[in-house]
C-alpha cells in the first residue's frame, strides 16, 4: 500500500518476536524500519523511490542534527570575528566561577575550522542513525546531559591537576568543542549495533569508541595540546556510556539504562583484560547505577513472579543478532535488484525475518 510518496511493506512476524528488537524506528541509509504495532508486525517505510545507500547516505539528515550543526557553526564564526567572546563561553577553569554557564555553552562551538568541520559532518551522520531510534528528545537530552557531565569532570580534573602540579596552565587554558559529545554518541551506536561492520573499514561498531580512545591517547604523545581534548573524549565516551547504561529512559518496558551483560563497561575491553577490569567497574557501577538498577529490578524485571519478555540478556542478544540479519539480507536484496515488485520484496521480508 501506499501513502502519498511513502510505500509501506507489513511483514508479519510472530508475536514472540513483537517488537523486541529494543527499538521504535530505525534508520540506516536514508532507509527507515520502525515497530508499527506492538503486537504482530514490523512496516519497512521507504521514502519515495527505493535508492542505492551510496546516494541515501549523503541525504535525509534530521532536522534537529540540522539545527545543531547550524550551532556550530555560528559559534565558530563567532569565536573567530570577536576572539573576546572564548573567555565568556569556553571553559576555562579558573574563570569558571562565577562564569558557570560555560559548563554548558563551552560544549557548543569549536576553536578551529577543521574542528566545527569535523564535528558537523559526524552529527550530522551519526544523528541521523541514533535519533530516529531514540527520538528527537531523547537525543537532545542525550547532547545536553553528555556535554554538561563531560565538561564537569573537565573542570573538576583541570582544579585537581592545577593542585597536584602548581602549574598553571590547566587554570586557564581553554576547553570547548563537540567532540565529548560526538564520543558519547559512538558509544550509542556500540550499544544498538554492536556487531555491525561499519563502511569502509570492516570494523565492529562494538569497537569504534575503543579504537577512538586507542588512536587519541596515542597521538597525544606527539601533539602539544593534546590536554585541551584528551580529557574531553575520555570523560564523553564515559558519560555517554554512564547514562546509557543507567539513565536512559526505555519506552519498550518503561525501565532506566540497559544492564545487559553486552553493554557492561569491560566490553569496552579485549576480552583478556576484562577480568581485571570487571572488579574495579563493578564499584563505580554500583555507586553510581545502584540506585537505578534496585528500581529496576524491585518495579521492571519481574511482574508477578515472571520475567518480562526481552529481559534476558542472552535472548535479547539473539532477538539483536536476528534482527541485525534481517536487515543487511533485506538492504542487499534490495541494492541487487532494485526494481523488483511490491509483491516480491514483502515476500522476501518474510523470509529474512
Avoid at 83 to 98: E, F, H, K, N, S
Amino acid at each position: 500500500m501506499k501513502h502519498g510518496d511513502v510505500k509501506v511493506i507489513d511483514v508479519s512476524v510472530p508475536e514472540t518476536e513483537t517488537c523486541n528488537y529494543g527499538i521504535e524506528r530505525l534508520e540506516i541509509w536514508g532507509q527507515q524500519v520502525r515497530c508499527a504495532s506492538t503486537r504482530s508486525q514490523i512496516s519497512l517505510r521507504y521514502s519515495g523511490e527505493m535508492s542505492s545507500p551510496g546516494a541515501s547516505m549523503f541525504t535525509n539528515f534530521t532536522k534537529l542534527c540540522k539545527g545543531l550543526a547550524l550551532v556550530l557553526v555560528v559559534g565558530h564564526v563567532l569565536v573567530h570575528f570577536v576572539p573576546a567572546t572564548v573567555t565568556y563561553l569556553a571553559l576555562i577553569p579558573a574563570r569558571t566561577i562565577p562564569f558557570g554557564w560555560n559548563l554548558i555553552t563551552s560544549g557548543y562551538f569549536e576553536l578551529s575550522v577543521y574542528g566545527v568541520v569535523f564535528s558537523t559532518v559526524s552529527l550530522l551522520f551519526m544523528g541521523k542513525f541514533l535519533e530516529p531510534v531514540w527520538g528527537s528528545k531523547e537525543f537532545l537530552k542525550f547532547i545536553f546531559v553528555v556535554n554538561f557531565l563531560t565538561y564537569l569532570c573537565v573542570f573538576v580534573t583541570a582544579i585537581a591537576l592545577y593542585y597536584i602540579t602548581r602549574l598553571e596552565i590547566y587554570l586557564y587554558m581553554p576547553f570547548a568543542g563537540f567532540h565529548g559529545v560526538l564520543a558519547g554518541l559512538l558509544v550509542g551506536i556500540k550499544q544498538i549495533i554492536p556487531d555491525q561492520e561499519v563502511l569502509l573499514v570492516k570494523i565492529k561498531a562494538k569497537w569504534l569508541p575503543s579504537i577512538m580512545l586507542v588512536l587519541s591517547i596515542a597521538s597525544s604523545f606527539f601533539t602539544l595540546n593534546s590536554a585541551a581534548y584528551l580529557p574531553t573524549l575520555i570523560f564523553g565516551t564515559y558519560m555517554g556510556w554512564l547514562y546509557l547504561r543507567c539513565l536512559q529512559r526505555r519506552p519498550e518496558t518503561k525501565l532506566r539504562g540497559d544492564p545487559s551483560d553486552d553493554f557492561a563497561f569491560s566490553t569496552f575491553f579485549p576480552e583478556l583484560l576484562r577480568s581485571v577490569i570487571e572488579p574495579i567497574a563493578s564499584i563505580f557501577h554500583r555507586m553510581l547505577c545502584g540506585r537505578s538498577n534496585a528500581t529496576s529490578e524491585d518495579h521492571g524485571y519481574t511482574t508477578s513472579g515472571a520475567p518480562l519478555p526481552g529481559s534476558d540478556s542472552a535472548e535479547a542478544s539473539r532477538r539483536r543478532e536476528r534482527g541485525a540479519r534481517a536487515l543487511e539480507e533485506r538492504l542487499a536484496t534490495e541494492r541487487l535488484v532494485p526494481s523488483r515488485n511490491k509483491d516480491e520484496l514483502q515476500s522476501d521480508a518474510l523470509d529474512s525475518v
